[in-house]
């Protein structure tokens, strides 16, 4: 299977909302509903901020959202904040018992 | 709290074996209803699901790396360990562990390690 697919970068002024993509197959994203976000700030581990597609993790602000329609899931972040600026990773589950995930998108504070 | 932690090599010679450990504290492999998890990065690039253990020994590999990689689970020490043979440059990466809340797997990986880089070169 192939990587799932995010574009490489988005950007938003502070207090703005973006939207980054990721999108996959009937085989992953589009057939089961285990879709998770992953921010990662330089230098440090991922960490989970968004599973199942739309459900917060513990402790992640309520300006995170996820959602997904057919074969592509987006996460959301409103009122853009200085410190949200970082990469952030989707994955999904597959067929054949496996774990996907996208290519990570850069997301600039400007 | 659970922590977790990668050890081994930082550097390997091609076509040689690679082999990190993770060792957790704060909390019991055996005793927690959970699979655990290895990760890689390569340098500028994105996150590579390696493979899942449960305490049991029951595995989930990543199909294009299945054919070298062994992840083993010693309960006793509150360790799990990933061994990827015949390794070439591409190998080269920052290799996490981590926990996923489910078992059966959730596909949620809720606590990583630091992560632990390991070069591939003679």
């Known amino acids: 299977q192939s990587a799932l697919t995010q574009p490489a970068s988005v950007s938003g002024s502070p207090g703005q909302s973006i939207t980054i993509s990721c999108t996959g197959t009937s085989s992953d994203v589009g057939h089961y509903n285990y879709v998770s976000w992953y921010q990662q700030h330089p230098g440090k581990a991922p960490k989970l901020m968004i599973y199942d597609v739309t459900n917060r993790h513990s402790g992640v602000s309520n300006r995170f959202s996820g959602s997904k329609s057919g074969n592509t899931a987006s996460l959301t972040i409103s009122g853009l904040q200085a410190e949200d600026e970082a990469d952030y990773y989707c994955s999904s589950y597959a067929i054949s018992s496996t774990l996907l995930f996208g290519g990570g998108t850069k997301l600039t504070v400007l | 709290q659970l922590q977790l932690q990668e050890s081994g090599p930082g550097l390997v010679k091609p076509s040689e074996t690679l082999s990190l450990t993770c060792t957790a504290s704060?909390?019991?492999?055996?005793?927690?209803?959970?699979?655990w998890v290895w990760v890689r990065q390569s340098p500028g690039a994105g996150l590579e699901w390696i493979g899942s253990?449960?305490?049991?020994?029951?595995?989930y590999y990543n199909p294009s790396l299945k054919s070298r990689v062994t992840i083993s689970v010693d309960a006793s020490k509150n360790q799990f360990s990933l061994r990827l043979s015949s390794v070439s440059a591409a190998d080269t990466a920052v290799y996490y562990c981590?926990?996923?809340?489910?078992?059966?797997?959730?596909?949620?990986?809720?606590?990583w390690g630091q992560g632990a880089l390991v070069t591939v070169s003679s």
């Open positions: 704060g909390d019991s492999i055996s005793r927690t209803n959970n699979y």
């Open positions: 253990i449960y305490h049991t020994g029951s595995t």
């Open positions: 981590a926990k996923d809340w489910g078992g059966p797997p959730s596909w949620n990986f809720d606590y």
